[in-house]
């Protein structure tokens, strides 16, 4: 089975740190995915990579980076954590191509995000 | 572009009921067509997909013809369980054009009741 590990369940960070959200997945996707979900809003695609040092903006990527120096490792960076921040972030991985996109993503338990 | 609706909820049913959530999609051609479950706690996992027209999706117990004259996907299960309480959305993958975006619905919420 696919597995998609988020470093840590809860965070809570202070408004301005630097905050550092890690996934690794383990099936050697291509494509890798950061999300957030919040209440009466679903999931938003904040960025996506489809290769090594590849990245692409998704819906809502203000306020975030993201960094793939590895396949396996997608990283999401809040440079400058503020409280409309605070929410459940989730990764995920895919397989690459048109007919990846007939492929399931396989998400990671998620990250809750608190900022204060 | 692709977009799904699917009702919010949340849905309530008492244990054995009969489950419908609504789905309806707007895309190019003939994309296949998935529903995802999230657990409470957990990320989101595939629950079932059908690829093609009059298809029917199934796993554990649920159920989804893939409609293309009426542009539906509705999730149904003749007998729900507490176990099944959980977040259901519809989703498109992306489209032809490349950008690996799967579209998703809301989330509709059900929690199943003893």
């Known amino acids: 089975d696919v597995k998609v590990t988020q470093s840590s369940r809860y965070l809570v960070k202070r408004t301005g740190e630097k905050v550092f959200l890690e996934c690794v997945q383990d099936m050697d996707h291509e494509n890798m995915f950061w999300y957030r979900q919040d209440p009466g809003l679903g999931l938003r695609l904040i960025y996506f990579?489809?290769?090594?040092?590849?990245?692409e903006k998704g819906d809502i990527p203000e306020g975030y980076s993201v960094s793939r120096e590895k396949k396996e490792r997608f990283s999401l960076i809040l440079e400058s954590a503020s409280t409309n921040q605070t929410s459940m972030y989730l990764c995920?991985?895919?397989?690459?191509?048109?007919?990846?996109?007939?492929?399931?993503?396989?998400f990671g338990n998620g990250t809750r995000l608190t900022v204060t | 572009g692709n977009s799904v609706t699917q009702m919010e909820g949340p849905v309530t049913l008492s244990e054995e009921a009969f489950l419908t959530i609504n789905c309806t999609y707007t895309a190019t051609g003939y994309p296949s067509l998935f529903w995802y479950v999230q657990y409470p706690g957990e990320g989101l996992q595939l629950l079932l997909k059908a690829t093609k027209a009059d298809d029917k999706g199934s796993n554990k117990g649920f159920e989804a013809t893939y409609r293309k004259e009426t542009t539906s996907f509705h999730l149904e299960k003749g007998s729900v369980q507490v176990s099944d309480s959980a977040v259901y959305f519809c989703?498109?993958?992306?489209?032809?054009?490349?950008?690996?975006?799967?579209?998703f619905g809301i989330g509709t919420k059900l929690q199943v009741i003893p």
């Open positions: 989703a498109l993958p992306p489209d032809s054009g490349g950008y690996q975006k799967v579209t």
């Open positions: 995920a991985s895919s397989l690459l191509g048109w007919e990846g996109g007939n492929s399931p993503l396989h």
């Open positions: 990579s489809y290769d090594v040092k590849m990245k």
